[in-house]
């Protein structure tokens, strides 16, 4: 499968641009955005649509959005990354300890956290590249392996298991304040990732690389694709993300806890597939994700807005995972077909 | 290694003391030393163990290395008190199953027993103990639910977290009792798993939760991170002032935002009690042959508000609370 976002060659009839459309991987994810949010426009009433409901899930969704970004090219090439729900905390208490605990500056708490995200990101990918066992399984391990180490050097060098930190005024503004005294800072970083990824997988050389890679990693390396270099920096890209995240809350709520980010890992992975990402790899947008990201954070956060029974939360969010897969899959079966018979693949 | 030493050192006091006075040889089985809960529960017997000593006994710790066998582990430090030929022991029931053996082994070795901090008053009936010192989950949560009514808050709801946990449903039933007695109302607000350990998760759901209930102006949270983020929600929500906020739990920064009257109150289990009360009084049971004939002795809930605030912070710096 080739990048999806090749301009095809100009076609005279509507019907093929349609199909072109509808061929995109967002093209399915998109139609789901605009189901949830007609639904909970409708159920969730005025509270929803407002600034302050918008707000809600767009906190919510730049978070996992940054986390979902680097999660979906790497599961575009073909891995997994489990590890960011544990880099998360991880990034988190280096930050406290070092600017909080020790009250060193703020940037050297971020330098480090952000450095330790590359770290477990490099170890990953250092390991995937270097053995034949699957990303998930290595990735799980590591998972655990910072898991541990970060609880048990927190509560050696705090001696309990939250850290707080009041950050200066200049790292509280570019990482953790609201606008508008709502809408978190952290929507501007999701958006600087969406363009600097986007970039990367749809206009840099090194998006086609991507796909190639999660199409036939063996045929992309007789091409002379660098696929470890490639994979490795993907892993670290994701690494550096998870961090990234890990920091800002920190920055926000001005403490860090052992217990956080495990929600992350299913909660990336869910918005990258309801995004339109094929599992097994080579097939994706960055487009998709975001609409992904989007459509999981407006359920997540729509179900307070209606009367539905919060108890029940759950099983909204189990049955859209699986429509929307079921539609991605129904779209791109359709797309392809309808393609491959009107005309040669562009 | 740190533990046989105090172990050996113990029984040569013994040795050297046995016979000689009536002094209480008191033994607290606790959790590690460097848990930052059980180092309170610790001061406190350390403090109570000053007048033991003052009196010619000694008040020893016996502590395990990790939580990794925690009920097994917990039972073997009972025995070795026994061993160590205890005049009075303290332990909580974390792990009935585990434990209840060894301390039957204590009632029928004569012992005197006090259970704190886990089981209740229930486990010290079981096992023939003379009374139980500690908190009470629920207790905890009518005592927040009856403390936000008296403030005039008639709409309450419980952020819970981590459905189906039986101390946190606890919690809340607490609460939902609790504003009831006030002449309230609550409601459970229940988050999905997705939600669990994400403090943005959580601060949203709060902020909806509240915008879609205009008429809610009590919000209690089951731990000192979920009152963060509730804090937070609350202050997105523009409610700093409308709603009130009470939380299982405390940390610097909560203890900073009820000095402020950001948040109303927090409920605290008191562990330094725990510690003191226990010994304090086996001391003079073992000594005198004091009795307390209140049974069932609540350390908790104790509530921190803006009253006694600077008093807790004070007793923070001190290692006391």
């Known amino acids: 499968m080739t990048s999806t976002l090749t301009p095809a060659p100009n076609r005279t009839r509507s019907g093929l641009a349609l199909g072109r459309l509808a061929r995109r991987p967002e093209a399915g994810s998109f139609l789901g955005l605009v189901a949830v949010l007609l639904f909970f426009g409708l159920f969730g009433g005025s509270a929803f649509t407002s600034a302050a409901g918008t707000a809600s899930w767009l906190n919510i969704a730049s978070e996992i959005g940054i986390i979902a970004l680097p999660i979906g090219l790497l599961m575009i090439a073909g891995e997994l990354d489990i590890s960011v729900g544990a880099v998360i905390p991880a990034a988190s208490l280096t930050a406290a300890i070092i600017s909080g605990h020790y009250g060193l500056p703020d940037w050297l708490g971020i330098t480090a956290a952000l450095g330790l995200g590359l770290a477990v990101g490099f170890l990953n990918g250092l390991l995937v590249t270097r053995t034949t066992i699957p990303s998930l399984i290595i990735t799980i391990g590591t998972m655990f392996l910072t898991m541990g180490l970060t609880l048990g050097l927190t509560v050696k060098i705090a001696g309990s298991t939250g850290v707080s930190l009041v950050p200066d005024p200049l790292t509280k503004a570019i990482f953790g304040d609201y606008l508008g005294g709502m809408f978190q800072v952290t929507i501007l970083w999701w958006v600087v990732f969406v363009i600097g990824l986007f970039w990367l997988l749809h206009i840099s050389p090194m998006g086609n690389w991507i796909y190639a890679l999660g199409g036939d990693k063996e045929s992309a390396r007789n091409v002379g694709i660098p696929t470890k270099r490639l994979t490795i920096g993907l892993f670290m890209l994701s690494g550096f993300s998870a961090a990234f995240v890990g920091v800002s809350e920190v920055m926000v709520y001005q403490s860090a806890q052992v217990l956080a980010g495990q929600s992350f890992i299913f909660n990336s992975i869910m918005c990258v597939v309801i995004g339109g990402v094929l599992l097994t790899g080579g097939f994706g947008s960055i487009v998709g994700i975001v609409f992904g990201t989007i459509t999981f954070s407006i359920v997540n956060q729509g179900i307070y807005f209606t009367s539905m029974d919060p108890n029940i939360g759950s099983v909204i969010i189990g049955a859209l995972l699986l429509i929307a897969v079921l539609t991605n899959d129904t779209f791109r079966q359709l797309a392809l077909s309808y393609s491959s018979k009107k005309g040669p693949q562009s | ?321």
């Open chain 2, 1 to 321: 290694m740190k533990l046989f030493k105090t172990l050996v050192s113990t029984a040569v006091l013994i040795g050297f003391s046995a016979g000689a006075t009536l002094a209480a040889n008191i033994f607290v089985v606790g959790g590690k030393p460097d848990d930052p809960f059980w180092s309170i529960v610790k001061r406190g017997a350390e403090d109570a163990g000053k007048v033991v000593e003052a009196q010619g006994g000694k008040v020893t710790w016996l502590g395990p290395q990790n939580y990794d066998n925690l009920g097994v582990d917990a039972a073997e430090l009972i025995r070795q008190a026994i061993d160590q030929k205890a005049d009075a022991i303290v332990g909580p029931d974390w792990v009935p199953e585990a434990m209840d053996p060894a301390f039957k082994a204590v009632r029928d070795a004569g012992i005197p027993l006090i259970i704190y901090n886990a089981g209740g008053l229930k486990a010290a009936d079981r096992l023939g103990a003379m009374n139980y010192v500690g908190s009470d989950d629920y207790k905890g949560g009518v005592a927040a639910g009856e403390y936000l009514t008296k403030a005039g808050n008639k709409k309450g709801v419980c952020i819970n977290t981590l459905p189906g946990a039986a101390n946190i449903e606890a919690f809340c039933g607490g609460f939902k009792e609790g504003m009831k007695n006030g002449g309230g109302e609550a409601d459970v607000l229940p988050l999905p798993a997705t939600s669990f350990g994400s403090a943005t998760a959580v601060a949203q759901a709060v902020k909806a939760y509240l915008l879609q209930h205009q008429d809610v102006n009590a919000v209690f949270t089951i731990g000192n991170v979920d009152a963060n983020s509730a804090m937070n929600g609350l202050t997105q929500a523009g409610k700093v002032g409308k709603v009130q906020l009470c939380g299982m739990n405390f940390d610097e920064t909560i203890l900073n935002n009820i000095k402020d009257g950001k948040q109303a109150c927090a409920i605290d289990q008191q562990g330094y009690l725990q510690g003191y009360l226990a010994v304090a009084i086996l001391n003079g049971h073992v000594n005198y042959g004091l009795a307390v004939p209140t049974r069932e002795i609540l350390t908790g809930p104790g509530i921190i508000d803006k009253t006694n605030v600077d008093a807790t912070i004070a007793g923070v710096k001190a290692g006391t609370r």
